[in-house]
């Protein structure tokens, strides 16, 4: 096969196969007498195989993948591929935690709208906490308080009551202060509780098609695995 009939499969440009080649995405190439690259079924999964992987794990992993594979050395592609897992158990984790943080505060009074921004401490005695709690909330990047430009004292306007708000409800619930960031940060992105639904939404959908996408992935590989396997496959490879 010719570099275009490779690439015809997938809508690719016979450059694009080039380019592959050159990266190391394909097993040895053999070459006709006149130079010319010279494809093989094998090499055609081997696209497959990258293509697929492109789609979980991104470009730049997948050349590393297919690299290590074609050079003998599956034990390094298998880590590529368990670190994506692990990457993407994580985020998992993440947005169920946010989740769950949103479900806790389903229900919970807005924050209350004042003319003035609030000091630390009628913020403390509106929340029932101590000065220094909101400091130290302040310190692990959950409130961003504004700051008077002439005393230099805080200010907390009605974005950073509201985080204080849900904070303490969640402290309340029995969450890390690392979860809570993660919640207030993840509400801060989408503007609100009700578009954070919709984000919530979006992000399961993303992670899911990842998923997806990583199982479509193996399986391609797998095959090119098997194939590789075969009595004589190098063979397919010389001219």
């Known amino acids: 096969m010719r570099p275009v009939d490779l690439a015809r499969e997938h809508g690719l440009s016979a450059q694009a196969i080039r380019n592959y080649d050159e990266a190391g995405v ?21 696209l497959r195989a990258f293509l697929a992987l492109r789609r979980g794990h991104g470009h730049r992993t997948a050349v590393e993948i297919m690299h290590a594979v074609n050079r003998g050395d599956p034990d390094s592609a298998y880590r590529l591929i368990d670190a ?22 389903s229900g919970a009074p807005p924050a209350p709208r004042h003319g003035r921004p609030l000091t630390v401490g009628e913020l403390a005695r509106r929340l029932g906490v101590h000065a220094a709690t909101l400091r130290a909330w302040e310190a692990d990047g959950i ?70 996408a990583l199982l479509t992935a193996a399986a391609h590989l797998d095959t090119y695995l098997t194939a590789l396997d075969q009595p004589g496959a190098t063979a397919l490879d010389q001219p």
Request: glycine fraction near 10%; charged fraction near 25%; aromatic fraction near 8%.
């Open 26 to 46: 394909f097993p040895p190439t053999g070459r006709t007498a006149t130079g010319y690259r010279r494809y093989t079924p094998l090499h055609a999964q081997a």
């Open 84 to 105: 994506a897992h692990v990457e993407l158990g994580a985020e998992r984790d993440t947005r169920a935690e946010v989740a769950s943080a949103l479900g806790a505060l």
């Open 143 to 212: 409130l961003r308080p504004d700051r008077d430009q002439a005393t230099g004292y805080r200010q907390y306007g009605p974005g950073a009551v509201r985080d204080a708000e849900i904070t303490r409800q969640l402290r309340r619930g029995g969450y890390p202060l690392t979860q809570v960031g993660q919640f207030v940060e993840s509400l801060r992105e989408a503007g609100g509780t009700q578009p954070l639904r919709a984000f919530l939404d979006t992000w399961q959908e993303r992670i899911t098609t990842r998923s997806r």
